[in-house]
């Protein structure tokens, strides 16, 4: 596709409940991120892969956090057991390489604003 | 840990007026980005400086980078109404042999007509 695509936009859900966001990146592109930015604050790095594997998982916060790419472009993050803490806009982003990433930097989409009631 | 520091966190500016955003790292990189984001939208890229004393322009933004200071500044020259959203930097953290951006607070811009 021509950007970065994220699915839904916009997440309501009760706590306890178990979401999936999706990220669709630009065709070709081998390295994603996923980031969470919380209201007023910066982007806060939660995962990245390389391929279909997760090169660097250091950022999910806990084990209720999970994210795959099975086949190497769309990735799905998935959240258990929702609390009121996670909602925020996850965002999620892509380069063709990771060496790509660095010199030109990351296209970002527009995120899913995950609201946990 | 590395730490990102922008100040000011708000900034109110008339048109046509003149400002600078710091970014303050605290730890070794030479790789530093700077990303626009307009309420509710994604993260726009704006600057990617590579080197020590880079130097980069785009209409009235210029950006540059003192890796020895750990420093990278944000000058908008001659504001005008559209430049108002919020400016973030974010420091290139290479740990473990993946990389990684750790991004400032931000920067909320506000040109006033």
């Known amino acids: 596709g021509a950007g970065v695509s994220q699915t839904p936009s916009n997440k309501v859900t009760e706590k306890g409940k178990y979401v999936e966001l999706r990220c669709d990146p630009i065709s070709g592109h081998t390295a994603l991120y996923w980031y969470r930015q919380s209201l007023g604050q910066g982007p806060e790095f939660l995962i990245y892969f390389q391929g279909t594997g997760a090169a660097d998982d250091s950022g999910l916060p806990n084990d209720r956090f999970f994210a795959v790419r099975p086949e190497g472009s769309v990735s799905t993050l998935k959240i258990q057991r929702t609390e009121r803490g996670d909602s925020a806009v996850y965002l999620c982003?892509?380069?063709?390489?990771?060496?790509?990433?660095?010199?030109?930097?990351?296209?970002f989409g527009s995120g899913t604003r995950l609201t946990v009631v | 840990e590395l730490k990102v520091e922008q100040n000011p966190l708000f900034l109110s500016m008339q048109e046509g007026k003149n400002y600078t955003i710091y970014c303050n790292y605290s730890t070794t990189s030479d790789r530093l980005y700077w990303y626009r984001q307009d309420p509710g939208k994604s993260l726009e890229s704006l600057f990617v400086l590579l080197s020590n004393g880079a130097v980069k322009q785009e209409g009235r933004l210029m950006a540059s980078l003192d890796t020895k200071a750990r420093l990278s500044t944000l000058h908008i020259t001659a504001a005008v109404h559209d430049l108002s959203a919020t400016y973030f930097c974010?420091?290139?953290?290479?740990?473990?042999?993946?990389?990684?951006?750790?991004f400032g607070t931000g920067t909320r811009l506000k040109v006033l007509a």
């Open positions: 974010a420091v290139d953290a290479p740990t473990s042999g993946t990389y990684k951006y750790i």
């Open positions: 982003a892509s380069s063709r390489t990771v060496q790509e990433g660095e010199v030109y930097g990351y296209t």
